[in-house]
């Protein structure tokens, strides 16, 4: 479990170029799913923004196999279906590789792109990125640091989606 701060960087970035105007990173965490999906899979539905909704749509997924909308918050956001357990309708486990797996990583909600990950906006086009402790796959050896590249090729996509809807 990390003890460090929760805040690993601070990031401007232009959202009509999609590019980072200036960044400040940590220079001593890295990151590699587990396939664990001990917490993040686990969590309960995500909150789906309109991105998310065109994503699984053009995927070819009906609304009504992942969208539920009752008993969530009282408003009329729309989120993810999840499974008795809490964990999501889409997490399937392979007896094969003994790990867990997105069965729509590819089209996965912004939520789920950022895990263990957090971007806290502190005003138009500036924010903070945060960690979520807990994840199994900060902090491994054989982890990808986080850095600029990991932040464009991950996460900048993810973040602009979610800042315009």
Known sequence: MLTLSLEIAEITFDSKTKQIVNVFFRKDLKFKCQHCAVFCCRLGGP???VKDLQRLEKAG???EIYIDNIGKKGDNEQYMK???DGS???LKYNIESKNYECTIYEFRPSVCRFYPFEFL???QNTGVLRIIPCCNGLNVLNGEPIDRKFFEKNLLEAIIDSIKS
């Open 47 to 49: 909150k789906l923004n």
């Open 61 to 63: 997924y009906k609304p």
């Open 82 to 84: 999840e499974k008795e």
């Open 88 to 90: 999501c309708v889409f």
């Open 121 to 123: 906006s502190k005003g």
